[in-house]
């Protein structure tokens, strides 16, 4: 476990879209704790080239995360914060359990 944080992750529900397509609803997004996570901000050589990251999130290689979530977070201070996930998760998988873990870019939102 990296740490002692814990972060919620929101998935939109795909639904029947316009011309028999899908389209996402946040309405009522699928929710999942993501547990033994570390938020801290972003520095610049973190960010490969991205604009707009603001954030990175380390979790364990189990949590699923995809390029399309919304990753909402709570700081010791109690401030919630929505960020949206900025691409597909990173892995590495390294020789111990704590070199295991997904890197993951978010973006703050205004939601």
Excluded: C, Q
Excluded at 25 to 47: C, F, I, K, M, Q
Excluded at 92 to 97: A, M, T, V
């Amino acid at each position: 476990m990296l740490r002692d944080d814990t972060a919620v992750r929101e998935r939109a529900v795909s639904e029947p879209g316009a011309h028999g397509g899908t389209r996402e609803n946040w309405t009522n997004p699928y929710l999942l704790d993501l547990e033994g996570v570390l938020l801290r901000a972003a520095t610049s050589d973190e960010v490969d080239g991205r604009s707009g990251v603001t954030h990175i999130m380390y979790a364990a290689l189990t949590a699923d995360v995809e390029a399309r979530d919304r990753i909402r977070y709570t700081n010791p201070r109690g401030k919630r914060r929505v960020y949206e996930v900025d691409g597909e998760p990173l892995w590495f998988n390294g020789p111990s359990p704590l070199t295991r873990y997904i890197k993951v870019s978010l973006k703050a939102t205004d939601l």
